[in-house]
């Protein structure tokens, strides 16, 4: 099955810098690739996702770059604010059907004043 | 739309006993899934549902069982909880689209502890 790693575990960056969250999958065939933002005490929410056949998005502060052939992708904020502290997560939609995802084990983001 | 709700948002239970975990989603969504949250472990897929009435096995099944009986609603049960079983507990739900992978909606969690 699909395997999915996400570095750093945490993270800490000064206001307004910019922070980078990097996966890596093992499934070549996976071809979805979202990333949820989890704030505390709360569920998961999507930010930004990338289809298989795109190599970068953005909107606004964030972007996704998706690099097939190494099989990783990578999320970019800019421009960090403290609302952006949270948890992050990568995923990427497994083979099988039924829309499934699976998770990295999450990024620590830290913003600080 | 209330999106995706769960209930109960808190339960202390004893090992052994069982209980039943139930998420509702108001956007007609024909997919739903529950997942586990542990400590450095990311979300894990316990069960999910293509459809009223069907159920499959996601990566971590044992010691759960679920139910789809109607479709906007997804009912995790516990028959006989063990400590191991300690963990917030999301639902999510998302589109059929035959364009590809939808967005999945999750709920705001359900956090058991087995004592």
């Known amino acids: 099955g699909e395997n999915v790693e996400q570095h750093p575990s945490t993270l800490s960056v000064q206001e307004g810098d910019s922070a980078v969250i990097k996966c890596t999958y093992s499934?070549?065939?996976?071809?979805?690739f979202p990333w949820y933002k989890q704030e505390l005490g709360k569920g998961p929410q999507l930010i930004i996702d990338?289809?298989?056949?795109?190599g970068e998005k953005k909107d606004q502060r964030i972007a996704v770059t998706l690099n097939k052939t190494a099989k990783h992708f990578s999320l970019h904020i800019t421009e960090t604010q403290p609302e952006d502290s949270a948890v992050y997560f990568c995923?990427?939609?497994?083979?099988?059907?039924?829309?499934?995802?699976?998770f990295g084990t999450g990024t620590q983001l830290k913003v600080e004043l | 739309n209330a999106g995706v709700t769960q209930t109960p948002k808190f339960r202390v239970l004893k090992t052994g006993q069982s209980m039943t975990l139930l998420c509702a989603q108001d956007?007609?969504?024909?997919?739903m899934y529950w997942y586990r949250q542990d400590p450095g472990m990311g979300l894990r897929l316990i069960h999910y549902?293509?459809?009223?009435?069907?159920?499959a096995k996601g990566e971590v099944p044992d010691g759960y069982n679920v139910s789809r009986l109607k479709k906007q609603n997804f009912l995790l049960g516990l028959e006989s909880a063990a400590p191991s079983q300690t963990s917030v507990y999301f639902c999510?739900?998302?589109?059929?689209?035959?364009?590809?992978?939808?967005?999945?909606?999750f709920g705001p969690g359900t956090r058991l502890t087995v004592t």
């Open positions: 956007m007609n969504h024909e997919y």
């Open positions: 549902s293509v459809g009223e009435g069907t159920t």
């Open positions: 999510a739900s998302s589109y059929f689209s035959g364009q590809g992978a939808n967005e999945q909606y």
């Open positions: 990338i289809r298989s056949n795109v």
């Open positions: 995923a990427a939609r497994t083979t099988g059907g039924g829309n499934k995802l699976t």
């Open positions: 499934d070549s065939a996976s071809n979805y």
